[in-house]
């Protein structure tokens, strides 16, 4: 990392946490299904409230049979970059757990998700790849198109591919893949409580 990156961490971490990152400009390589097997495998080993495991992963492949459908369901803005991804993803979370015998349900569904949403974009970048994750697409048609059941929350989308390499981006590319920071730990770490606000 350059000096004049800001993706600096101020405590010592693995270097795969601010080396994450999420491009817009692909290759537009395609992804063989078995790399992205293995990015589903390190999120399977996510943790998750009584091992509920309730992440679900649906995938589309670059020019296989649900490749359009996948796409036709980002945002315009997102359908420019993601053109030249090799997969897309929807991940989906349930609601419910099952405990015993019996559905209950699941108020950390989301947040277990999550973690296993970060396991397969971490995989993804030491796999040589990377995944970008996105807000931008219709949740509502997802539902229908993927026949996600009752009691599933769609959470996100993702483009996983391979980036551009930084010394072979075009100026207007250079631009859009600057490096971002994130703000301090003080703005959202608090010893105790959270702190007083002034008025």
């Avoid at 979370?93 to 396991?119: C, I, N, Q, Y």
């Avoid at 030491?126 to 059941?149: I, S, Y």
């Amino acid at each position: 990392m350059t000096q004049d990156n800001p993706r600096r961490p101020d405590h010592a971490v693995d270097p795969q946490f601010p080396e994450r990152r999420s491009p817009r400009a692909f290759t537009g390589e395609a992804v063989p299904e078995a790399e992205l097997m293995r990015m589903f495998e390190a999120a399977r080993w996510s943790p998750s409230a009584y091992n509920s495991q309730p992440w679900r992963f649906v995938y589309a492949l670059r020019g296989d049979a649900h490749w359009d459908d996948f796409f036709g369901l980002l945002v315009p803005a997102n359908q420019r970059w993601a053109k030249d991804t090799g997969a897309l993803v929807i991940l989906v979370s349930s609601e419910r757990m099952k405990v015993g015998e019996e559905f209950k349900p699941a108020p950390s569904h989301s947040l277990d998700t999550g973690a296993a949403s970060l396991a397969f974009q971490l995989q993804a970048n030491r796999q040589g790849w990377h995944a970008h994750g996105m807000g931008g697409f219709d949740r509502e048609r997802a539902k229908t198109l993927l026949n996600v059941p009752e009691h599933h929350r769609v959470e996100a989308a993702y483009a996983v591919g391979r980036a551009i390499p930084p010394d072979r981006l075009d100026e207007e590319q250079r631009v859009k893949e600057a490096p971002n920071g994130r703000r301090p730990i003080a703005d959202f770490v608090f010893a105790g409580r959270f702190p007083a606000r002034e008025a």
